[in-house]
């Protein structure tokens, strides 16, 4: 059974950065297309960012790019979303997916989620 884990949100000031984590398990890490999604209180769920399994190749949405940094390290089972210079917009709960077959941009492309970790800017 796959298992994901975010951690790392909380309340920070507009400009402000913070670091998500997802710890994963039950399954090869390594092998995973993983992303980072959100969802603002009554929004659709929005792809962010994503990673291939190798680390290589990875996509952003164009509100965060520059600003947010997805990576991984297979070593630990761990991916990272790290977020600079957030803005209130960016206020949401970020979740963790993972997918061992095609991945997309959609909710629908992963098979796997963690709980979600809450993420709230102020201005």
């Known amino acids: 059974q796959v298992q994901l884990v975010e951690s790392g949100g909380g309340l920070v000031q507009a400009g402000g950065s913070l670091r998500l984590s997802c710890a994963a398990s039950g399954r090869t890490f390594s092998s995973a297309v993983m992303a980072w999604f959100r969802q603002a209180p009554g929004k659709e769920r929005e792809f962010v960012a994503r990673?291939?399994?190798?680390?290589?190749?990875?996509y952003y949405i164009d509100s965060v790019k520059g600003r947010f940094t997805i990576s991984r390290d297979n070593a630990k089972n761990t991916v990272y979303l790290q977020m600079n210079s957030l803005n209130p917009e960016d206020t949401a709960d970020y979740y963790c997916?993972?997918?061992?077959?095609?991945?997309?941009?959609?909710?629908?492309?992963?098979?796997?989620w963690g709980q979600g970790t809450q993420v709230t800017v102020s201005s």
């Open positions: 997916a993972a997918s061992w077959s095609n991945a997309g941009l959609t909710y629908r492309d992963y098979q796997y």
């Open positions: 990673i291939s399994w190798s680390g290589i190749s990875t």
